[in-house]
């Protein structure tokens, strides 16, 4: 076989009538190659043609040209979504967050977002005195017996026996003096710079969209990872607003959902007494068969019964909460050069180490690819230290051969035997 394949290679080189598209060919300064850089394919998927693979590679150590579809990229993962990391962490997600006390579920939710950006994709999203990490017996997270890591925040609403809104301001004044180790005392304080709950009759923390944008977008621009990989996006319905815009926000989130973004959520209902509610949640799962949102309330972890059909309450179903609707989502959006870092949150008991959340049984591999030469291209996923080697999958297009994974491509030569 390897005679016939040197055979061939003569044939390239004499024969003038070979069928090479010349306009791509002047693209590329050809090398002579040897017999281990020829692949014929099988012949009996080709009786009447036979096709030759040729590595032009630089053999001499002189410049290359090369056809510019080659990726030369990085072997940096870009941001990726992962929906089975994204279920687990989420219906986990019970005790280290924001605790929800006096109204304040939009700090709380907006703890649960920002901690699963860190925790999943890059550690410097919050800062680490604001962290805390989780034991697993093993890299398994697809069990439901432990807690996600995520914030560590243990200031507590007291009444001091002043009134109720001089107690509230009390609370504030503490978390803000605390803010360096308590992540609420960081969001209460930009919430107060920017004007809110600076009320001498201040009832709750609750929020209203305007405030929840508000203190999104400070968050982002605080934060030099956010400000430069990130957009804030949100979209919001009022009691005024048209059905086809309702609509339009549940198809939107359905269709997030189903890419696999977590979103934060907030929406009415109206209980069985009567008695009107708001709330805002993350939403983070959807069922497209039975058509229903799935979203963690914050509240811990215990049970909702909502007409008499109780759920976990990491796991709730919205469309039957928000009876009154959905009337709003944020999150934010990355780019492609947002880099991995490793949070390494995940204390695995069985091997006594710290491992970020990439080396745990849900991650899933996304690959990013460097071309090496037109045998082989470098691959690198986040959860591996260094990259591997793996060869061409070309596939014949026109004119080229063209590697499905890594891009890279060469003219394939035609030869009538």
């Keep these: 076989m390897k005679k016939k394949n040197i055979m061939l290679l003569a044939l390239f080189f004499i024969i003038p009538n070979v069928n090479v598209n010349k306009a791509n060919m002047e693209k590329l300064t050809i090398y002579h190659c040897g017999p281990e850089d020829v692949f ?17 590679l630089n053999n001499n150590g002189t410049n290359l040209e090369i056809n510019p579809s080659i990726n030369f990229g990085t072997l940096e993962s870009s941001y990726y979504l992962q ?25 709380t939710a907006i703890s649960m977002l920002l901690s699963y950006y860190d925790i999943y994709w890059n550690d410097d999203i919050i800062p680490n005195q604001y962290n805390i990490g989780t034991n697993l017996s093993s890299s398994d997270d697809m069990i439901t017996s432990y807690d996600s890591p995520g914030i560590t925040d ?30 609420m005392g960081l969001l209460l304080d930009y919430a107060v710079n920017q004007g809110y709950f600076t009320k001498d009759d201040i009832e709750s923390l609750g929020v209203n969209y305007l405030m929840m944008m508000s203190l999104l977008d400070k968050y982002l621009m605080s934060n030099p990872i956010l400000l430069e990989h990130a957009k804030l996006k949100s979209l919001h319905v009022g009691v005024d607003d048209t ?82 609707g959905i009337e709003d989502y944020y999150y934010y959006e990355f780019d492609d050069n947002l880099t991995h870092k490793h949070s390494n949150k995940y204390y695995i008991l069985s091997t006594n180490e710290y491992v970020c959340s990439c080396q745990l049984n849900s991650h899933t591999h996304s690959y990013a690819y460097l071309f090496s030469t037109f045998t082989y291209h470098k691959k690198k996923c986040i959860c591996m230290e260094d990259y591997e080697l793996e060869k061409h999958n070309y596939s014949i297009k026109g004119e080229f051969l063209v590697c499905s994974n890594c891009g890279a491509s060469k003219p394939y030569i035609h030869l009538e035997i």
């Excluded at 014929?40 to 032009?56: A, G």
């Excluded at 243990?154 to 803000?176: L, R, T, V, Y």
Aim: net charge negative.
């Design 243 to 324: 059905e086809y815009r309702r609509f339009y926000l549940m198809g939107t989130i359905k269709n997030l959902l189903i890419e696999g973004h977590p979103l934060i959520v907030g929406g009415n209902g109206v209980d069985s007494s009567g008695i009107k509610y708001g709330h805002v949640c993350i939403a983070y799962d959807y069922d497209q068969k039975n058509d229903i949102i799935y979203g963690n309330m914050g509240w811990g972890k215990g049970t909702v019964t909502i007409d008499g059909v109780s759920y976990p309450s990491t796991r709730v179903n919205l469309n039957a909460y928000f009876n009154n």
């Design 83 to 107: 929906k089975d990391f994204i279920y687990y962490y989420f219906y986990n997600q019970g005790k280290n967050i924001i605790e929800n006390q006096l109204g304040n579920c939009g700090l």
């Design 154 to 183: 243990d200031i507590k609403f007291e009444n001091n026996g002043e009134s109720f809104s001089e107690s509230i301001k009390s609370f504030i004044n503490i978390a803000i003096l605390n803010k360096d180790t308590s992540f």
């Design 40 to 56: 014929v394919p099988n012949q009996n998927n080709n009786e009447n043609n036979n096709y030759e693979m040729l590595d032009y």
